[in-house]
């Protein structure tokens, strides 16, 4: 029964009545702003398999990588002031701001591959700890409904707890069908902005797609959040390739005091769907970020590259860029008035 779940709710009457009343609906499904493909072909999955090869004893670290202990009362502390975030490793964020804690991708579980016939195993144990410690959630955000940022067991552990759950056209079908309120789930479009209490929010586009099982691809949005208050402005650019939905999106709404942009898990194959970290560096500057952390890597190895290569080359190219960078550890408090030294802790994990 556990396994059935996983795939989610299956794609609606009632889904497809509101994905119609979306420009970015086009016919049978959402589509990005420009071209995107991806290499399924025989000689690609050959070649795929072999820089997998190459890569078999760097693709992820031989020891845990540990997660810092919560610390509620640094979390408590000046709750008014301008934000502070935690990093979970791989895309899960926990964001205070405006004495709200929003929570971004909660995808706690030690499996990216539930439905795989093998598995994809976390480089933190512990996580399931670190998700029962977390403060009292006021709002959860989804950025699209992949494996690996729509989990079915963390997921489930909210339900009861928190009540406004904001999420893609087209995710909350999930959400339903594993008992979710529909009242608690706030569906969003493509530049559509809404408000949590004095927090605005506004859903932006990535390239990228969704699904998660054969037969419901790209049947739901993918995306990014903006969300401003006062004079703070936060970019998370969701999963996706490079394009020039950035420079929209720093045009329109930059320049933001910190942008996390997607930094891993990148391949030739799929290069339209996921950022090298040159393209990430980039991508920080067309949105016009003041600081830029890199996420989307230190949580699994779903591509042909050494685990710490993501932050190395964001790294070199941000110091060539003069784009300033954080990288916190897994479970570290970032509080953006005062961010903590820069620490390479990375290169302490075997």
Not at 4 to 26: V, Y
Not at 47 to 72: C, H, Q, S, Y
Not at 334 to 341: A, G, K, R, T
Request: glycine share 8%; net charge negative.
């Amino acid at each position: 029964m556990s396994f059935k779940a996983q795939f989610g709710g299956s794609f609606r009457k009632d889904d497809l009545e509101r994905a119609k009343k979306s420009k970015h609906w086009k016919g049978k499904s959402f589509q990005n702003l420009i071209e995107t493909t991806m290499d399924f072909s025989f000689s690609g999955m050959y070649k795929l398999m072999k820089d997998n090869r190459l890569v078999k004893t760097t693709k992820g670290p031989k020891e845990n990588i540990p997660v810092l202990a919560f610390d509620k009362e640094a979390w408590e502390a000046d709750v008014d002031q301008r934000a502070k975030f935690i990093w979970y490793g791989h895309s899960v964020l926990l964001i205070q701001l405006a004495g709200k804690n929003i929570l971004v991708d909660p995808m706690f579980g030690q499996d990216a591959s539930p439905i795989a016939p093998i598995t994809t195993s976390r480089f933190s144990a512990g996580m399931r700890e670190a998700m029962h410690n977390l403060p009292e959630i006021d709002l959860i955000c989804l950025t699209h409904d992949h494996y690996d940022h729509l989990d079915y067991d963390s997921i489930r552990y909210f339900f009861g707890t928190v009540k406004h759950w904001l999420v893609p056209l087209g995710v909350g079908r999930h959400l339903e069908n594993w008992g979710l309120p529909a009242d608690n789930i706030e569906e969003v479009d493509w530049w559509d902005s809404t408000r949590y209490f004095d927090i605005k929010i506004t859903f932006t586009p990535s390239r990228h797609f969704s699904g998660r099982g054969l037969l419901d691809r790209a049947k739901s949005l993918w995306g990014g959040f903006i969300f401003q208050w006062e004079e703070v402005s936060i970019y998370h650019s969701g999963d996706g390739g490079y394009g020039p939905h950035f420079k929209e999106i720093g045009e329109e709404y930059g320049p933001f005091d910190l942008m996390f942009v997607e930094c891993g898990q990148y391949y030739e194959q799929w290069a339209n769907i996921h950022m090298y970290p040159e393209e990430s560096v980039q991508a920080a500057l067309d949105a016009k970020a003041k600081m830029a952390f890199p996420i989307h890597w230190g949580g699994f190895s779903l591509a042909p590259h050494t685990w710490t290569d993501p932050i190395e080359r964001f790294l070199k190219a941000a110091i060539e860029e003069n784009l300033m960078a954080l990288h916190p550890e897994i479970g570290q408090i970032v509080n953006l008035s005062n961010p903590p030294e820069a620490k390479r802790w990375w290169e302490n994990i075997k």
